[in-house]
Structures are given as C-alpha cells and as structure tokens.
C-alpha cells in the first residue's frame, strides 16, 4: 500500500472523538472527591502526587471490604490485585522512573506484569503493607526531583512523550481502574 490509499489517510471516528470515559460528564466515573476525577486539569503537580501517594490507603479500605467476596472467573481475587499493583509499582513505575533519571529519552513497550512473587503465603494485611512501602518509595523519588527532573522524559509506544507527571497521570488511572473492580466486587 502507499501513501496515497485512501484507508490509510482517513480519519477513523472511533480514535478521534473524545473518550467518555475520560471526561467528568460520564456519571460512572463520578466521584465525591473531584480531585480524584481521572485527567483533571486542575490538579497542580503536587496535588496529583498526593492522590498518587495516598492510593494505598484507598486500596486498602477496597481490599478489605472486597476480601471474601465472590470474584467471577477469571478475575482476581484482592490479594491478587494488590500483587499485581506490587509488580507494576516495581517493574513499571520505579524501573520507568530509573531510566528517566539516568538515560536521555527512554523508549518503553506497554507492559502489563501479572502478580508478584513473593507473597503466595503473605495475608491480605501484609501484602498491602509491602505495596503502601513500594508506593511511598516512588512517591519519595518524585518528590526527590527538581524542576529539572520532572521535566525529563521518556516515549512510551502507546502514549507517546510521557514526563513525570505524565506516568503518575496513567499510574492514577491504573490505580484506578483497579480500585474500580475492587469496588465492583463489593456489590451484590
């Protein structure tokens, strides 16, 4: 095909309206706490670190109430949610934060890492602490950079030029998207 093939050159619809599930007007995504509303713009950097450091306790508060709930098949139970937090905390946020400070531009694949080894005897108690102490060294390292830390970036094959404040921004969203099941799991 060249250039010139007209379905390479039209605009597909599908990517180019605006994702619903982004915006406040989409009741799901409704919140009491507007500054835990996905990609608000209001947010200052150092509001957003906080909502990215005070997860865990969120996540806990989920975890527990969630444990012991049926979960479908093919779903996590909360342990699990909460080991894969772990390794995504572990291997993408903290490796991504690595690389940003010690290379020029990184490039990253999107990376979506299953449970983390370690805790297949730890209770639900402790494999939350070993995530609020995984997210509280992130959130230390972000706090750590200067002005010209945070700008600093990386190019993600999916999101494009991500800096600092562009992965907590997806990190919130995972955590959320997580917390969002966690939450459903509570429901009749």
């Known amino acids: 095909m060249t250039r010139e093939d007209p379905a390479l050159t039209?605009?597909?619809?599908?990517?180019?309206?605006?994702?619903?599930a982004l915006t406040r007007e989409d009741p799901a995504l409704a919140r009491e706490d507007p500054a835990l509303t996905r990609e608000d713009p209001a947010l200052t950097r150092e509001e957003r670190l906080e909502v990215f450091a005070g997860f865990p306790t969120r996540l806990a508060e989920a975890a527990t109430a969630a444990e012991g709930h049926p979960v479908s098949p093919g779903e996590w139970r909360p342990s699990e949610v909460v080991r894969h937090?772990?390794?995504v905390e572990r291997e993408v946020w903290q490796a991504r934060l690595a690389q940003v400070a010690a290379e020029d531009d990184p490039h990253w694949p999107w990376a979506e890492p299953g449970l983390a080894a370690g805790f297949d005897s730890a209770s639900l108690g402790e494999i939350l602490a070993a995530f609020a102490n995984?997210?509280?060294a992130t959130a230390a390292t972000?706090?750590?950079l200067d002005e010209a830390g945070s700008a600093r970036s990386g190019i993600h094959s999916t999101y494009g030029v991500l800096d600092v404040v562009g992965l907590v921004r997806i990190a919130i969203d995972h955590d959320e998207d997580h917390l969002?099941?966690?939450s459903g799991a509570t429901r009749p």
């Open 142 to 144: 972000i706090r750590s």
């Open 10 to 20: 039209r605009e597909d619809p599908a990517l180019t309206r605006e994702d619903p």
């Open 134 to 136: 995984a997210r509280a």
């Open 85 to 87: 937090l772990i390794a």
């Open 180 to 182: 969002g099941g966690l």
